[in-house]
């Protein structure tokens, strides 16, 4: 069997400085090519992210941040390094739709090797690198190999919100 060996392999994904200044306090600061990686095998696998160190215009290096669409909770397992995990949920409307821009609860988590951080449903989440290493987690949400781009942005997650805002409150 030939196995091609240019292609990019179908676990690994990046998120680059570009499309992270979406949701950066500072769009025009100066931060690494590519702020975290990601190797995903969804539940069965487990997904490993690591985080670069160091920070953006004074912001800690972060991931992008999503919401979960439908009933969806995830486990986050610390492996090496220091952080914090952010977790929001926001108001509904009276069709249970979320309101991007107010913020119904938010928590900030401390996070390093060892500990385990639960994401409740409805809860949106990103975790920030506050150390002066690499941050490194292995998570156990889901990964539909099936979706178009399913390694970088799975179809599980939703990004609008946070894009909308610009990040978290
Ligand atoms: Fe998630």
């Known amino acids: 069997m030939q196995i091609d060996f240019t292609s990019v392999p179908k676990h690994y994904a990046s998120r680059t400085h570009e499309k992270m200044r979406d949701v950066l306090m500072d769009p025009d600061g100066v931060g690494p090519a590519i702020h975290y990686y990601m190797i995903r095998g969804g539940v069965d696998q487990k997904n490993v992210t690591v985080w670069e160190p160091g920070t953006i215009s004074g912001e800690y290096i972060k991931t992008y941040g999503h919401y979960h669409v439908g009933d969806l909770s995830e486990t986050y397992w610390i492996i090496y390094g220091q952080g914090v995990a952010l977790l929001q949920k926001l108001a509904e409307d009276k069709n249970g739709e979320m309101i991007p821009d107010i913020v119904a609860e938010f ?9 385990e951080i639960f994401m409740p449903e409805k809860f949106g989440h990103l975790v920030v690198n506050t150390g002066s290493t690499y941050f490194v987690t292995i998570d156990d949400s889901p990964v539909d190999f099936e979706d178009r781009d399913p390694t970088s942005f799975p179809g599980h997650a939703d990004y609008e919100p946070v894009k909308k805002m610009r990040g978290f409150a």
């Open 107 to 115: 928590r900030a988590i401390p996070a390093k090797a060892g500990d």
